[in-house]
Every structure is written in structure tokens, then in C-alpha cells.
């Protein structure tokens, strides 16, 4: 994987007119000047080469505009692909877009106060000094990386206006987010039906899968996910667009996959490295959390002690952190608290953490609820002890069952905690009925 950040440059092709009739000659100022710089800050550069002999901008060219982390516009010329772009641009991102152009050339009325950084052209149309025009980008580059100032007007001038949050849908609803031909979207709900098998061959008929909009390719990747194919996401993430790679949402697919396929410290430093440009989300602390949970268990099982319980409280901080950062989302909130109750079933702060996260669950359930919001309060309600509420919830979640792994999964939480209570002498008699039924429906008991 390119862990580099990616920049997208918007500028025109070949050599081109400005507007006193001077030739600039755009292939080489990318390649001796803004390739250069771009590499020299210390990021990825991709070129809007799609762009190339084509009218209108296509899905991929907006996925770009949108995704990618930094941007450089060349305003060289009235090229109206390239305003147009920057205009969408400066809508999405508060920052991070650097304007460059051609010394003495004339910049339209709206555009005439932005900063833009300019370089010296000769009579053939090419940079006089590209050594010095690339190290001043490599500069503003590298000061736009410290995202100290706004650069787009739109942001510097509306108090208040937001750009919608490209890169931190949810998952498990992006395919409802993204629009995308219609007939694709069934071949792939047909092929998922199908098996790995269909769904390979729909993979292998869309061509270079970097050049597949993003609806398609991520229903793609949360397909092969769907089936647990996990070499196969990973394989996919390494194929995609670099601006789609970069995304929130593949990257944390990507994390999840290698963890389950023992790669858990590839998985961990990438989760690491987005908390670190980022800040804390619910669902890559929550994906964090899980890899030292996974390896607390390894450890735990193999009579490492020691060993398991650091790995233990790192996985409770992961989770904490997770649901600390959005206590809307109950998932990392109950496996903290879980946690935290294996390692002291009488930790008051592990029953504070379920009260809480009970609230986030109820509220879901106002919007549809599945087994595993009745599961969750299942075990919200032992991490309490309140074995009535536990037993009502158990009812709730085997009526929607649909999957014996998933009762397993429940089990498993359940029987850890029973085993810790047992532990330190308190009463777990109720909580193993709940276990023994949860385990008689997933090996298949009616």
C-alpha cells in the first residue's frame, strides 16, 4: 500500500495558447516542475489525464476532485475544465488546494485575489528555472500539509457553510449514497447471491478497476467482505483509484481484512496513521480495539498472562477512545464495557459505559433494529446483572436470528463473562442458561 497522501493536479494537456497568444507547453511544466514538487512534499501525484480529449468531466474525474487530500489547479490559461473543476474544488474543501501559473498571466475577475503561486515561462513555452519553480510548490505543499489556512473563498467567506462529509459515510450505507448504473448495481446483487465465483467475474469485466467510479468499487469490496473473502479485499484495495484508496471507508476495510488475515500489524498501522491525521472516529478505534482483543485472545489462549492482559487494556483504551469519540455509535461502547467487566466484573465505570451505550442501541432501534442491536442489550444487561432485562432481550435477538454464527459470537462475549463473575465469587447461574441457549441455536437447535 501508498501510504502517501494524494495530490490531484488540475491543468490542461499538451501546448495551448494563453491569452496574449504565447504557446505554454502544460506536459512539461508537469514534468519538470509540479511532478517534482508533488514527490518532493512527500505525496502522490495523480494527473486528471481522463481528461484528456474528452468534453464533459466524467464520475471518476468528480471522485478525484473530491477525494483526494490535496489538489493543485494550474490557471495558466481560461481552460474551462479547469475553473470548473477548481469550482467544485473550493466547494468540497475548506484547504489544501494550491493555485500555480505562468508569470503575466492575466487571472479573470473572480479568481483575481486567490493566491497563486507563479513560474517563469521562456519562448518555448517551457519553465526557465523548473528547479527553483518546483522547490517554491514543494514549499506551499508542504505548508499546506500543516493545514493552518483556509485557501477556498467559499469557506473564508460563509460563516458557517460545510461541505457534506465525502469521506466518513458509514459503510454499511455507502451503496445507498452513491449513485451508479442500475444495471450494475443488480449484476453485483445478483452476483453476491452467486458466490466469490460470480463475483470474480464481474470484478474482471469492469476492466482496471482504477478506473471504475467508486459506487461500483466499493460495492464490490463490501461484497467480497460480505463473503469473508478477505485475500480478495485486500487485493482490491490495492487496485482501486489512489483517491479512493485514500478514503476513510477503503482504508478501514482494508485494515479489517488484513487483521483477519493474521496481518495485524499492517492492519494496526494503518488504523494508527488515520487516528494520527485524522483524530479518533468510533469505527477505526473500533477496528483498532478488535486487533488487540484478537491478539489478548491468542495470548490468553496459548497461557501467555501477562502477555494478555496488556494486550487486554489496550484493546479497552482502543474501544473507550472509539466510543468516546461518538457515543452514537454503540459498537465500541459495549465492547469496552465488555472488556472492561472480563477484566473486573465489578468496574462501576464498565456499567456507566453500558448505560450509555444502552441509549445509543434503543435509539437505533427507532430506525430498524437486527440481531445484533437485540444482542448487544443482551449483554448490556449482564455487564449489569439485571438478568431479567438480559433474558427479554435473548427473546428479542433468537426471533431475529438468521445466522448460527452470530448467536456463537454472542455466546462466546457471554461465557467470558460468566467465567469472570465465577471468578471473583458472584452469582453467574442465569447468564450460563442465557449462554447454553445461545449456544444450542447456533450449532443449529431449534
Known sequence: MDHRAVCFVIMPFGRKPDPSGRIVDFDRIYAAVIAPAVEAA????????EEKGAGFIHKLMYERILLSEFAIADLTILNANVYYELGIRHAARPETTVLTMALGSPLPFDVGALRA????????????????AAKALTERLI???GHRAMDSPLFQLLEGYQAAPIDRLKTDVFRTQVAYAEALKKKLADARAGGVAALDAVRDGLGDIDAVEAGVAVDLLLSYRALSEWERVVDLCGRLDRALQRTVLVREQWAMALNRL?????????????IGERGPSSETCGLLGRIHKDRWEKARKDKREI?????LRKAIAAYRQGFETDWRDAYPGVNAATLMTIADPRDRAAKEIAGVARYAVRHRQTQGGDYWDHATLVELAAIEGD???SEEALGDALAALDEGWKAASTAGNLRLIAESREAAGMESERLRAIVDELTRRASGGA
Open 387 to 389: 438478568w431479567d432485562a
Open 143 to 145: 505548508e499546506a500539509r
Open 307 to 311: 502477555e494478555a492482559r496488556g494486550h
Open 262 to 274: 493474521g496481518r495485524d500489524r499492517e492492519a494496526e498501522a494503518i488504523l494508527v496513521e488515520m
Open 42 to 49: 512527500g505525496l502522490a501525484v495523480v494527473r486528471a489525464d
Open 117 to 132: 503561486l507563479p513560474y517563469a515561462l521562456g519562448d518555448n513555452g517551457a519553465p526557465t528555472d523548473a528547479q527553483a
